[in-house]
């Protein structure tokens, strides 16, 4: 019998190409990682050569990097399970503040001790308290709460490890175009007034996109209806307030007005205060004048009446640098146009608020499959309706489900009695 030979290995549509990434983010700079890491070792000579141009410093900003995200394994998610394929998961989780599942500790603890997301009562008493089911057990951990900016530290120092990758710092994108006909024909547009061609680009500016705005000018961002007041308290070693020196999550019951508290590291932790507005406020962040800070800062002391201590504490502890007013911002996902070489990827496609508590997941989410199609399809517009079929769907679900939290977060009255009977039912499940 004659034996079934195997497929041959397709050659990449980027094999050999020039591709430009606007945004060394999260999107930005994971899917170079998965794009080296699914790339046939046959075309490994026609590996792409990849410039990422990114607004910002290579050294972190405080204001925005300088909060604690988590990344899960559910299946909506799927943040660890993209890492972990990228190969970087292992070095993250020894930076992350939660560490690895069932692992024990120097100081004794388990990673289980080590920190959960919780809902509290406004006495801070436990309503529910989750640390994340292990429903995928090749994962090392079911989730983990990393710093941001240790978070960025990796993937910065993976891709720089890549060779045919180079990154420009202080380099934003003002806009792209396609110049049909062109050898290269995406244009590519930069602050300094310089241009730059490539055979592909992928969009990840983040949830404020300039390439988006150009190109798509009237999907634009929605107001949540929500405006929040946060910043970063600072205390000596070991010393954050319990109980978020280990747990993450929420209060309810502020009469309509939603805290969230975390820790940043073993020396900070990260208040942001919500609340309900018509119309959303003129955005603030780090340089402020002394006045400025003060204002916010008593607006956040009388915000928080709801809330008893450590609330206060924490908020008079707060890093000017770090103190930030915004909204809550989102839009749904759109669909490439047929054999589009503008590919938009993470927030820049589907920006969601942090109340959705999962861009991250998606960004990660997103790299890798687009990767994965780029190297697989036959053909662009294959890769990309593949694509999108798998973005799409949970990208708009994480934001419909964050329109929920925001819903449980600012609920009073029976509306919160409500919520707080289902979470009693829900804790006996878990
Ligand atoms: C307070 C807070 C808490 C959050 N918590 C979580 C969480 O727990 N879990 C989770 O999954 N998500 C969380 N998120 C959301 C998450 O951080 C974002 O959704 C995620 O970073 C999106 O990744 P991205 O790569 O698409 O965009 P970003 O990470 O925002 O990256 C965009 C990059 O593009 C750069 N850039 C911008 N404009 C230009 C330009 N014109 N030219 C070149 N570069 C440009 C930016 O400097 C940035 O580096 C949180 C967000 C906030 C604000």
Known sequence: MEQEQPSPVQKPLLAGKRVIVTGAGIAGLAFPLALRKQWPSKYDAEFPTIVIYERDDLKTQIGREGYSISIRGDALAGGMQALQKIGILEKLLDVSLTGRDNSTHTDGETS????????????????LRMTGKATDTELPAPSMRIKRDALRTV????????????MHWRTPCLSAEISPGAEQPVKVCLADDRVDYSDFLIVADGAGSKVRSKLRPTDTLNYAGICMISGTARFGENEIPKPMDKNWGGVLGGGGIGLFVSAVDSR?????????????????????SEEQVQSVLQEALELGRPFMEPLPTLIKATDPSTLTVMNAMDKQ???????????????????????????????????WDLAEQLCQSETLEHALRTYDGLSMP?????????????????SRGLKLLCYKLCLAVLRLFI
Not at 155 to 166: G, P
């Open 155 to 166: 993937l910065i120092a993976a891709v720089d490890a890549i060779s045919h990758v180079t």
């Open 112 to 127: 289980q001790d080590r920190g959960a997301f919780c809902l509290w009562d406004l006495k801070w008493n436990c309503l």
């Open 394 to 410: 949970r990208s708009s679900k994480a934001i419909d489900m964050s329109h929920w939290s925001i819903s449980l977060l600012h």
């Open 268 to 288: 900070s932790a990260l208040w942001a205060l919500s609340y309900p507005e018509i119309h959303a406020r003129d955005r603030l962040a780090a340089p402020m």
């Open 333 to 367: 996902p759109f669909a490439h146009d047929n054999g589009c070489p503008i590919i938009f990827i993470g927030d820049s496609n589907h920006a969601m608020s942090p109340f959705a508590g999962n861009g991250a997941n998606m960004a990660l989410c997103d790299a």
